[in-house]
């Protein structure tokens, strides 16, 4: 495995700490220095730094980042005041400064404030942490991690990643249970200060990460899908272990933003009549944009274990189908009496967040409180119940996930599938959330269910919110 960042074009690699600690210095205006790294070759040009800001200086003074050889300084660049945000924060060098000698440990970089001493970095288990990046470039590999920034030397250039296609596969899994950390430099996709990644929209994309996404203050992971249903964005998450990695934004105001927003879907009608069949459609209460290969679930007529399951086969009209059990199937009949004014609801969405196994469940954690995020109409597939584990949409913040589907888990002794544990105001702010679906999250804690938990929160509306078991013979 390697560190890699994004240059624009392919990617550089890494060259520094070893380790990220919580520990901070101050940054001074006689500067903090890193330990020692050595050159790899003589060949390769160092490109720029990465830092993690801990806390910006307050005292007004722009960040400079120096190459040092030797313990004399090579070359400089600078974060100005404006452009300084917490968290991972990576500077340019206008020249590339060529290595030039193999003595070990003769490369340190040194971090100066320009006024005077304010504001902390994050520090290595010895001296400053940072990572220079070098000029090997070319492809991502396939247990490489990756880091994308914008360049800053004296004004920020925002740099963006495209990714398109179905074979975007990379990263170690390297850390585990990331969570809302400040730190980390373990993500399979580290995202800071003016970089963004984002899904190409013209068509279907997928990204398989192994490990986790980790986004800071300044930075975007976008997967919105299109506005055209067929064109779906997917995000398949490889973890470790059940439940090791996921997606995540550091916390509080170290905190990036995600967009996984999908296409908007009518999530629900009623049930009025028919069994499904050509013959004898089923037939709903309201005018539904349910499409044919949309997964629906029809809601029991007496009680929930008489649930079913069905996709639409054939689209008569917007009030009238025809449904078998699997995408593209024979068309096959309601089994059961479902009552005149069943709610059922369509689970289908073109973005989707899933693991690589049903197996290997994923956790997020939406811990930023300044970027609002937003997971509306996104199918989340196999999130971890465990204990300790949920997903967070909006821990710190008002971030939306109106239209969400929370399918399936991987654990039928589990605790809650999704979470609004809020801190700091978001505890009391007035949300409201419509439309969310929950099918078989089921957990042993919770008399058989494992949904939505409420802790530390207060003024949070639900409209619509739909917790569907699944039919009795696919329950464990």
Known sequence: MALKTFNGTDFDSHLGSATITGSTATMTLAGITSAGVTAPNLVNKITGAWICVATAPANGGNITVEIMESAVSKATAQINSADIQLGMNYVRFTTPYQFTTLTASAYTCRVKNSVGSSGTLRTAASGLWFAFTYDSTGAIGSSDDMWVGGFNDAGLTTKTLTLSGTSNTWGSKATTAIGST??????????????????????STTLTIKGSVWVTAGGLFDMRASATKSIVSTLIIDS??????????????TGGQILTTGATYDVYTTYS?????????????????????????????????????????????STSFVLC??????????????TAGTYMANMTRNSIIKPVTTSLAWYGVNAGSTAIS??????????DNTSGKSFFPALNNGSTFDGLVAYQSPSFSGRHCMSLANSGTEAAAARTHTGVILYNTAGTNYSGQSGIAFSSTSNKT??????????????T
Request: with cysteine; proline share 3%; aromatic share 10%.
């Open 182 to 203: 400040t730190q980390t430099m373990g993500a399979a996709l580290t995202i800071g200060s003016g970089g963004t990644v984002v899904y190409d929209q013209s068509a």
């Open 240 to 253: 470790t272990a059940n439940g090791d990695q996921g997606i995540f934004t550091a916390t509080g105001t």
């Open 273 to 317: 009549s028919g069994l499904g069949t050509a013959a004898s459609p089923m037939i709903v209460g309201t005018a539904w944009d349910a499409d044919v290969g949309d997964e629906i679930i029809i809601g029991g007529g007496t009680d929930y274990t008489k649930n079913e399951l069905r996709y639409i086969k054939t689209r008569n009209s």
């Open 325 to 338: 059990t699997t995408p593209g199937g024979a068309e096959v009949a309601l089994a059961n009496t479902h």
């Open 374 to 383: 937003s997971f509306n109409y996104t199918r989340c597939e196999y999130i």
């Open 462 to 475: 639900f409209n619509y919110c739909f917790h569907f078991n699944a039919p009795a013979a696919t329950t």
